[in-house]
C-alpha cells in the first residue's frame, strides 16, 4: 500500500565540530519519504520555492517517490540552520527562514485521496488537520511533531491527537506535553488524549511503543560514528511506516518489527549529512542491519 | 557456585523530593550482596562500626550472605548523605563521612581465598586490587567503579583493568575514561586496557555489553515509579554476578541473560528506599519480571 506522506521539505544548513554543509535537502517529509521509499511507494505533500535544486527533484524521483503534491511556488525554499555540539546530542538553531512555507496549504491532489496510510510528519498541526480533511478513510494516521508546536499550537495539536491512530514523539517533547517526567506515566497519559499508539523517541537509546498489548522496548541500531543526525527520528517514523503499509495481518502484530525497520533507516541517516548516507542506501544494506539488530538483542 | 563481593558497606541517609530516610542500609556491597543472594551463596567482604545497626546485620544473615569478612571495629560507620532532584536522574551528595572505612584493609577469610566468581564492587581501586591479591584464580573476575577513582585513583584503576575479566561502568564514566564519546568506539578503547568483557550501564536505558562475539543490548525494565535509584547500578552487576554464578558452559554465553536477572534486580532496588524494596523481593517474582522483559523486546 501506499503511504502519504506530509511535512516540511527544506534546504539544512548544518555545522557540525567537523564540517560545514550548506543547502543540504531536508525537513521532516524529505527524510520520511526517502525512508518510506525503501519498503512502499510514497506519495509526497510539501512546499517548495523556485531556488530548490533541481538534483533535490530527480533524488526525489529516483526513490520513486510521487511529487504531484509538491507545490514548487515563487519564492524562497524554507532555510534551517543549526549547529551541533561536540557530542552531536545538543543542538542550536542558527537561523530559521520560513520562506514559502509562510503561506502553504497543503492541497492534496485527487489520486492522493484514498491512500491508506498517512503520515503527518513534523509540521505545523493546523496543517496536518488540513491533510486529514482531504482524505477518504485512511487505514492509519500516525503524527509526529516538535516542541515548537506543543509552544505555540497545543489547542490544534490536542485536536489533532484525537483524529490519529499513533503519535510519535521524543522524550522531552512527551515530559513536556504531559508534566509527567517516568516515561510510562507519560505515554499513559497520551493514550488518555486520543492515540492508541504511543512511540517515543529517545534518539541513541531507542524507543519505546505503548499499544493496547503494552509495550515494546525498541533498541536503536548502535553506531560507531555519528556524521549528522538531522532527520534520524523522520527517517524512524518514515521507515515504520513503509514497512508497516506492506504487512499483512493487524497493525498491533506488525509495529514492532516496522519500528525496527525505521530504526535501521534511521541509523543510515546519522551517518551522513542530511540525506547523503540515507539515499544511497539499499534494501539488502537494511535487511542486514535488522538481522545484525536481532542478533545484538537476544538473550 | 559462591560469589565473593566486596565493596562499601554503608549507611545511606537519602533525600528525595517526596521523602527523607536516614540511615538505611547502603553501600555497593550491601546492593550487590543483596541481590545476588537470590541466585547464589555470598561471601561479603567489607567494614563497618559499632553504631552499625543489628537489625542490618540480621538482613544479611537473612538473605544467607556469608558475614565472617564483614569486619566490625571501634568507630562509625561509612555514611553517605545526599539528594535527589525531582526527575530522580541527578542527584547531589550532601555528606561523606568515611568513619571505619578511612582505615579498611579487606582481608579475606580462608574459606574465602577459592571462590569462583567475585565481583569487585564499587570501592578504591588499592582495595580492589588488596582482594585479588589473596585470592586463589577464580573462575571471573569483575570490577566496578566510578568516578571519584577516575578523578583520584586512575594509575590504580588501570593496573587492575589489566587484572580483571569483566568491567562495568555507566556512561559518564566510560566518556571520562576513554576521552571518546560514542559508546561503542568507548567500549573498544576499555577492551585495549584490559577486560574481555565491558558493560557500560546506561540507568533507565538499560545496559550494553561488548564482548569476543560482539555487542548485546540490555533492556532496562520499565517502571512506572521510580522512589530511589541509589544501588540499582550495584543491584544490577550483584544480580548478574549471582546468576552467572549458576550457569552451565561458558561465560559468553550466559552473560547475557546474566544481565537480564541484573535488571530486573535493579528495576526491584529503584522501586523502595535502600534495600526495602529488594530485600522483600521473591525468585518467583524476579522471574515473572524476566519472562514480561522477554516479551516487550521480543519483534
Known amino acids: 500500500m501506499s503511504v502519504l506522506i506530509v511535512g516540511s521539505t527544506a534546504l539544512d544548513s548544518i555545522k557540525t ?15 520520511a519519504a526517502v525512508a518510506a521509499s525503501f519498503f512502499a511507494p510514497v506519495k509526497l505533500v510539501g512546499i517548495v520555492g523556485q531556488d530548490f535544486p533541481n538534483r533535490y527533484i530527480q533524488l526525489y524521483k529516483k526513490h520513486n ?12 525554499t524554507f532555510h534551517w540552520s543549526g549547529e551541533y555540539e561536540v557530542n552531536m546530542n545538543n543542538r542550536r ?47 492509519f494516521v500516525v503524527a509526529d511533531t516538535m516542541d515548537l508546536w506543543l509552544n505555540i499550537a497545543m489547542p490544534d495539536l490536542l485536536k489533532l491527537l484525537r483524529r490519529v491512530d499513533g503519535f510519535v514523539l521524543n522524550e522531552s517533547e512527551a515530559r513536556q506535553l504531559t508534566q509527567e517526567d517516568n516515561l510510562v506515566r507519560a ?3 497520551i ?14 537509546h531507542g524507543a519505546i511503543l505503548s499499544g ?16 549528522d543526525p538531522t532527520g534520524a527520528g523522520d527517517s524512524f517514523v ?56 536481532e542478533a545484538l538483542t537476544k538473550f
Do not use: W
Open 65 to 76: 517517490i510521487d511529487i504531484e503534491g509538491l507545490q514548487i511556488v515563487p519564492g524562497k
Open 93 to 139: 538553531t542558527l537561523a530559521t527562514e520560513l520562506g514559502v512555507f509562510e503561506s502553504f496549504t497543503p492541497v492534496l491532489p485527487a489520486s492522493y485521496l484514498k491512500t491508506g496510510f498517512v503520515l503527518l510528519a513534523n509540521i505545523a498541526p493546523g496543517l496536518q488537520h488540513h491533510v486529514l480533511d482531504q482524505m477518504t478513510r485512511p487505514k
Open 238 to 293: 518514515g521507515g515504520m511506516m513503509g514497512h508497516l503499509s506492506t504487512t499483512r495481518g493487524s497493525i498491533e502484530s506488525n509495529l514492532r518489527r516496522a519500528m525496527i525497520y525505521g530504526s535501521v533507516v534511521a541509523s543510515f541517516c546519522c551517518e551522513g549529512f542530511g540525506l547523503t548516507s540515507t539515499h544511497r542506501v539499499t534494501r539488502a544494506a537494511i535487511d542486514e542491519r535488522v538481522k545484525t539488530l
Open 17 to 31: 565540530h567537523k564540517a560545514e554543509n550548506p543547502r543540504l535537502l531536508g525537513g521532516s517529509a524529505s527524510h
Open 212 to 227: 493496547p498489548s503494552g509495550m515494546f522496548i525498541s533498541p536503536a541500531y548502535p553506531l560507531e560514528k555519528v556524521v
Open 187 to 189: 505515554a499513559k497519559k
Open 191 to 204: 493514550h488518555k488524549l486520543g492515540p492508541k499508539y504511543v512511540i517515543v523517541k529517545k534518539g541513541e
